[in-house]
Nanobody, 115 residues
């Protein structure tokens, strides 16, 4: 069982930045696929970005050029740097970890973009 704890959410004005963190309770973090998803009110959960053990990354079209996913294997942590935030980025952001067909989710952190 892997526990994921997200942090870094909050209220930010349009055009601002936030960095989300997700700490994982595993000694083999480097082997895990990691991802950030988000779910806005009344909408389905969507993939924002993911990063595999090799460091290869993938982004949703809506966040390309604004968001950056990264990982620090020494700290068992994955990050999501979010720049140029828009009101439509408002959602609960969830961290996901996966390996060998088993997936784990964090509890989510709220990001609100509003003036």
């Amino acid at each position: 069982q892997v526990q994921l704890v997200e942090s870094g959410g909050g209220l930010v004005q349009p055009g601002g930045s936030l960095r989300l963190s997700c700490a994982a309770s595993t000694n083999i973090f480097s082997y895990y696929y990691m991802a950030w998803h988000r779910q806005a009110p009344g909408k389905q959960r969507e993939l924002v970005a993911n990063i595999v053990s090799s460091g290869f990354t993938n982004y949703a079209d809506s966040v390309k050029g604004r968001f950056t996913i990264s990982r620090d294997n020494a700290k068992n942590t994955v990050y999501l740097q979010m720049n140029s935030l828009k009101p439509e980025d408002t959602a609960v952001y969830y961290c996901e970890a996966g390996r060998n067909g088993v997936y784990y989710w964090g509890q989510g952190t709220q990001v609100t973009v509003s003036s």
